[in-house]
Nanobody
């Protein structure tokens, strides 16, 4: 069983940056694919970016291309989401998730373990 806890969310002005962290416990993440998802008010949860077990980015949603970067520190058992050039449209609860198959793509079905999310609010 993997427990995931996100942190680093908050209020930021448009154009600013935030780095989210996803700390894991229970098992090492080194063999897992990882993904970040988000859910804005009144909308369905959507995929943001994914990474495979080798640390290679597998897919980036067009809406965050060239602005968001996923990375991992296996020694710290933590995954990060660096978010730059934020816009009010990025306002959402951000979730990290772990994919035991190691693929880390954009399919929700691959992800067995989810955190509870961290709120990101971008003001205009």
């Amino acid at each position: 069983q993997v427990q995931l806890v996100e942190s680093g969310g908050g209020l930021v002005q448009a154009g600013g940056s935030l780095r989210l962290s996803c700390a894991a416990s229970g098992r090492t993440l080194k063999d897992y694919g990882m993904g970040w998802f988000r859910q804005a008010p009144g909308k369905e949860r959507e995929f943001v970016v994914g990474m495979n077990w080798l640390g290679l980015t597998t897919r980036v949603d067009d809406s965050v291309q060239d602005r968001f970067t996923i990375s991992r520190d296996n020694a710290m058992n933590t995954v990060y989401l660096q978010m730059n050039s934020l816009t009010p449209e990025d306002t959402a609860v951000y979730y990290c998730a772990a994919d035991p198959s190691g693929v880390g793509g954009d399919s929700f079905r691959r992800y067995n373990f989810w955190g509870r999310g961290t709120q990101v609010t971008v003001s205009s």
